[in-house]
């Protein structure tokens, strides 16, 4: 069983900057991958960003050159730096962990962006 508790998340200005924090109770060096996801209501949750257990990186179109994904096993922490925010980022983010298979999702944290 993994936990993932979410961090960082306010109000900002368009064109601000927020960085959001995923603290998880283990990150296992053979797990799958880790990601951040994006949810407005009405809507299903999107893949913002993710990251592999070798590092390896992949973004959302909408979010390339402007957010950059991190992870540290020290710490056993992920991080989302967004830069230049948008009124379109507003939402609810979710962090998430595939391990053996299985997805951990945090509870959220809410980023609201005012233009």
């Known amino acids: 069983q993994v936990q993932l508790v979410e961090s960082g998340g306010g109000l900002v200005q368009a064109g601000g900057s927020l960085r959001l924090t995923c603290e998880a109770s283990?990150?296992?060096?053979?797990?799958?991958?880790m990601g951040w996801y994006h949810q407005v209501p009405g809507k299903q949750r999107a893949l913002v960003a993710s990251?592999?257990?070798?590092?390896?990186?992949n973004y959302a179109d909408s979010v390339k050159g402007r957010f950059t994904i991190s992870r540290s096993y020290v710490v056993k922490t992920m991080y989302l730096q967004m830069n230049s925010l948008k009124p379109g980022d507003t939402g609810v983010y979710y962090c998430?962990?595939?391990?053996?298979?299985?997805?951990?999702w945090g509870q959220g944290t809410q980023v609201t962006v005012s233009s």
């Open positions: 998430s962990q595939i391990d053996s298979g299985v997805t951990y």
């Open positions: 990251i592999t257990s070798g590092g390896g990186t």
């Open positions: 283990q990150i296992r060096r053979s797990h799958d991958q």
